[in-house]
């Protein structure tokens, strides 16, 4: 079967096949077949499936570059992975969706589908959780959005709170006071919050509070009303530590839960907080689930390689 596609922009065509025809070239190579390219029109031959595969992604290709997002290798690869898997997969098309943190002038864009429909679910429902290995931007993303929610003053508050968890090293043993014990669970939500708002912001909010970055003990007995607020490594919540936690809940508030259920360090048969609301709360109005997998991974591509050799119990 044979089939083209004609872009009208150069500089869209050029954006759709890669620098040095790198995107056409892995399409060639994931779904077996040719491409060749004339002028700006693109024309695709090999077996039916494998042309309409390959359409449907030049397709989404394009609308892509249409809405001014940049298409990386990581993206492409991405794109093309899922939907060769899924061929109804939405694709690209809300791969467009940016949060744009005002203050510094930031564009936090999705590197994948994945990312865009959790920005998407987050956007639209009270209570979102996510479930997914490390590495998929899970917090990084809440952590973006409740920015951005704060700084345009959609919510008067930006409420971070961890699980303190001892893994292997007791607290009591570590130097300083409980806030210096404490510190270094909090630290990867510091890092976040770093790397979306200058020092002087920060330390700004928090001295009106407005920014509270806190263990999750902390949440017990309050009513979080006109914030967003996120629990971040809520695998290691107790199933009462997650009751509570979802009973704060405050008029005209939003509520992001994240965790790993693969990286839990409760005591043994200790049953997890996340794992257990994942299981009754599901299809409840209003509460979102997004889930990742070891393809969302946007870290080190190593990463990927590794949670995939420990799935498949090889390292």
């Known amino acids: 079967m044979t089939a083209s596609i004609t872009i009208d922009e150069t500089s869209q065509f050029t954006a759709v096949c ?24 693109l024309t695709l031959r090999g077996e039916t499936g494998s042309v309409h595969s390959a359409r449907g992604i030049l397709e989404e290709l394009l609308a892509l570059t249409r809405s001014d997002v940049l298409l990386d290798e990581y993206k492409v690869e991405q794109l093309i992975q899922r939907k ?14 940016k949060i744009k943190i005002p203050r510094n002038g930031r564009h936090i864009v999705p590197k994948n589908p994945a990312q865009a429909e959790y920005i998407e679910k987050m956007e639209t429902h009270d209570i979102t959780f996510t479930a997914g290995p490390a590495g998929t931007g899970k917090s990084y993303l809440a952590v973006a959005l409740g920015v951005f929610y704060l700084v345009t003053e959609r919510y008067e508050r930006l409420i971070l709170t961890r699980p303190v968890v001892e893994a292997g090293e007791s607290l009591g043993f570590l130097p300083g006071d409980f806030e210096a014990k404490i ?11 770093n790397h979306m708002l200058p020092y002087e912001a920060i330390k700004r909010y928090d001295e009106e509070d407005r920014i509270e970055v806190a263990p999750l003990a902390y949440m017990r007995g309050r009513t979080l009303s006109n914030a967003f607020i996120i629990l971040d490594e809520a695998q290691n919540t107790t199933v009462a530590q997650m ?14 839960i994240t965790g790993d259920i693969t990286q839990i360090d409760l005591p043994k048969n200790t049953q997890s907080g996340l794992v257990h609301a994942l299981s009754i709360l599901a299809g409840i109005s209003g ?3 997004q889930e990742f997998d070891r393809r969302d991974v946007v870290r080190h591509p190593l990463v990927r390689d590794v949670l995939a050799a420990y799935e498949s119990g090889k390292a």
């Open 18 to 41: 890669g620098c040095h025809d790198t995107h056409i070239k892995r399409i060639e190579a994931l779904c077996g077949l040719e491409i060749f390219a004339k002028g700006t029109t």
């Open 84 to 97: 060769l898997e899924d061929p109804a997969y939405p694709g690209g098309k809300t791969l467009s969706k």
């Open 183 to 193: 510190s270094p669970y909090m630290r990867p939500l510091y890092d976040a919050l």
């Open 243 to 256: 009751k509570m936690f979802l009973s704060r809940l405050g008029e005209n508030s939003k509520m992001v």
């Open 287 to 289: 509460i979102a689930l």
